[in-house]
């Protein structure tokens, strides 16, 4: 194994926040925040809170296995003197619409609190990245929605408390402000972590992030079979599918997500990363259609033990690269595919 040397991927700046250890669910702030949403509410002495400056921003999530939830992570701006108020909520029942059920009479959050006390991590332009273990471990369902508010708490009228934006996600951000009497689904995402552990002892891949279109408006995608044990008592395999053919590709994986934009293209795994051997998406010399395919046997590898970070329990994040010479970048990225290494 080597550490990624092809210079395309070395040219990369990422700007980063604070690494620690990856999160089982993972929505990483985007560079410098991203679009800023205000999520804030002006603690009145009087009691009245009702200041139309006042917002809140709720965040979807879906696991892929049924997960007790013990920690949460999220960025923004510098905290407020008064904490944050973390609420988690289910899907509104009454609609498809991803909404939180906040509207029905009788709708209340599964769960409510205030934290005073968190770690506060600068991770520059402004930014902070925030850590804090749920007073009570929470357990939501497997591939059900879910949603969490993170609210800043302010004793100044008219202060305002941002939530950093992050390029991984899916539904966009439902969004309130008071003095526009108005609730909104607004096109990017909140910067959120949690983490935990899954009911069942591990947790089925998961595909993340986006792909990148190639030269001929394909969408190259990847894929996984069987589940990825250090016992070696399954195959798991990850599939590269709708490359050009016959092209040099390999896969890379890390230990932490990304969601850098990268010459045209989604790059879904932080440095550093480690590159496995070079293929051929296969097919005829003179082919330039997407019928290519890249297939690596993960399972060798991680029974193999010749890597560290793939011992039971790492949290591994992979994603393909192919030679395309016919775009502008000369590349070809698909999404990424996330999993739990288990025993």
């Known amino acids: 194994m080597h550490r990624f040397g092809l210079a395309v991927i070395l040219s990369l700046v990422v700007t980063a926040a604070a690494d620690a250890q990856g999160y089982l669910y993972e929505q990483p702030m985007a560079p410098n925040g991203g679009i800023l949403r205000n999520s804030q509410l002006w603690i009145d002495p009087s009691g009245q809170n009702d200041l139309d400056s006042d917002a809140i921003a709720w965040e979807d999530f879906t696991l892929v296995d049924t997960t007790t939830i013990t920690k949460i992570r999220w960025w923004g701006e510098v905290a407020p003197s008064l904490g944050f108020e973390i609420s988690f909520f289910h899907q509104d029942p009454n609609t498809i619409a991803v909404q939180p059920d906040i509207f029905a009479a009788g709708s209340h959050p599964i769960s409510e609190h205030i934290y005073t006390t968190f770690t506060q991590t600068p991770v520059g332009n402004g930014m902070y990245q925030f850590d804090v ?105 990850v599939t590269g599918v709708n490359f050009l053919n016959n092209k040099s590709g390999l896969l890379f994986y890390g230990s932490v997500p990304n969601g850098a934009s990268f010459q045209g293209g989604t790059l879904c795994v932080k440095l550093p990363i480690t590159r496995t051997s070079v293929q051929s998406s296969g097919g005829t010399a003179s082919g330039s259609d997407c019928s290519g395919t890249y297939d690596y046997d993960f399972e060798a590898l991680i029974v193999g033990g010749t890597d560290p970070n793939l011992i039971a329990g790492a949290k591994v994040y992979a994603q393909y690269w192919s030679r395309d010479p016919a775009s502008f970048s000369t590349t070809s990225l698909s999404n990424a595919v996330w999993f739990l290494v288990c025993p």
């Open 133 to 237: 273990n749920l007073v009570t471990p929470l357990t939501f369902n497997g591939l059900t929605r879910y949603f969490v508010s993170v609210v800043g708490r302010t004793p100044i009228p008219y202060a305002t408390w941002n939530w950093a934006s992050s390029p991984v996600g899916t539904n966009g951000t439902f969004w309130w402000q008071r003095g526009l009497h108005m609730y909104f689904h607004l096109g990017e995402n909140r910067a959120l972590a949690l983490d935990g552990t899954p009911v069942s002892g591990c947790t089925a891949p998961a595909i993340y992030c986006t792909t990148k279109t190639n030269s001929q408006w394909c969408n190259p995608a990847i894929g996984s079979t069987g589940a990825p044990t250090a016992s070696g008592s399954t195959s798991f395999h």
